[in-house]
């Protein structure tokens, strides 16, 4: 059995610890999408991150091993590693050209939103005015099918999202996003944005994050809960785990540089306070996951489809297509 998280976040610094992604392992978790940027974060920056985590992963080879494909993954749990690969978190990194997808790719990007929360020209997002997917989004959506990198629509607007899901050729997912029926937060999905999500084969992966499982100290059961709604509306092959755990540590500064207002961002009118942050399960609830899944009803093999089977049937659809980040490299 693979257990999947669908994302996790260390410090965006080059020099951030690993020592929670170990966490993480010891609880069970085969692999992690680490994000390694967001719209907030500038191109040096989300450079800066991608080229420390390669390193920190490449000088422990015996722990821990970048993937790209779900082969990797189970050679990986087999061996006793960790697998990993990166998330970016928005469009503006990738300055407005379609080829930068390749780019990441080739870097460890596997999967990949457009819009953090805030519109932008590719993209709209779910604290903004309403926006869909502009035409050169289209093009994005065509670039990130075409490098077999998932689709993610976590922290994107509602139009904009199924207009996403629509264009796209493959499964598309939420990486970390929890269903609005149960907690009206403008970050969780709609039974809509669920529904058209498993249309096109892809998973609704649980936050773990308090503001949006509505719950101020959440737990296994909070999250069983949110699974098993997203199971009972479309399946529970439309089902994952994606905690969201924001690891921070003392003494790393990553605050993005050039004038970084955070109140943009998560502004306070869609409930987000400096004075209330928001709590997370700990990595250690992945061991109290499978019992609290059963408990809503679900069997065996059904667990099993919530913890990881459902994603890595979608990676493996995605990661295996044709895609430029696998092609050999041509002499000038």
């Known amino acids: 059995m693979i257990n999947w998280d669908a994302h996790a976040c260390l410090p965006q610094h080059p020099l951030a610890d690993f020592t929670p992604v170990r966490r993480l392992h010891a609880a069970g978790v085969n692999y992690v999408s680490l994000n390694v940027g967001a719209d907030m974060n500038p191109l040096a920056q989300v450079m800066s991150v991608i080229a420390g985590y390669r390193a920190t992963i490449a000088a422990d080879p015996e722990r821990f091993v970048l993937v790209s494909s779900v082969d990797d993954i189970i050679q990986a749990a087999a061996d006793g590693r960790m697998a990993l690969s990166f998330d970016l978190e928005g469009a503006l990194p990738l300055l407005e050209q379609p080829e930068m997808v390749a780019l990441y790719a080739q870097l460890g990007v596997r999967q990949m939103h457009f819009a953090y929360n805030r519109n ?3 993209a709209g997002g779910c604290h903004d005015t309403p926006r869909g997917l502009t035409p050169l989004g289209r093009r994005m959506v065509e670039a990130v099918n075409d490098n077999g990198i998932l689709m993610d629509c976590a922290h994107t607007g509602h139009l904009c999202s199924l207009e996403i899901m629509e264009a796209s050729a493959q499964p598309v997912i939420f990486s970390h996003a929890n269903p609005h029926a149960l907690v009206p937060h403008g970050r969780n999905v709609s039974d809509e944005q669920i ?13 773990g994050l308090s503001f949006f499982l509505g719950s101020e100290r959440p737990d296994a059961h909070d999250v069983a809960r949110h699974a098993a709604y997203i199971a009972d509306l479309v ?4 089902a994952g785990i994606g905690l969201d755990i924001c690891f921070q540590q003392p003494g790393l500064d990553d605050t993005p540089p050039g004038g970084f207002d955070p109140s943009y961002w998560w502004p306070a009118s869609a409930g987000y306070s400096a004075e209330r942050p928001p709590s997370f399960t700990p990595p250690e609830v992945w061991r109290e996951l499978p019992a609290a899944l059963r408990r809503t009803g679900m069997s065996d093999g059904e667990v ?3 913890l990881g089977r459902n994603m890595m049937r979608v990676a493996q659809q995605v990661w295996s297509a044709p895609t430029a980040h696998m092609a050999p490299a041509r002499a000038a």
């Open 120 to 122: 932008n020209s590719v």
């Open 235 to 238: 399946g529970v092959r439309h």
């Open 304 to 306: 099993e489809l919530v």
């Open 195 to 207: 529904r058209a999500c498993a249309a096109t084969g892809g998973v609704v992966c649980v936050s």
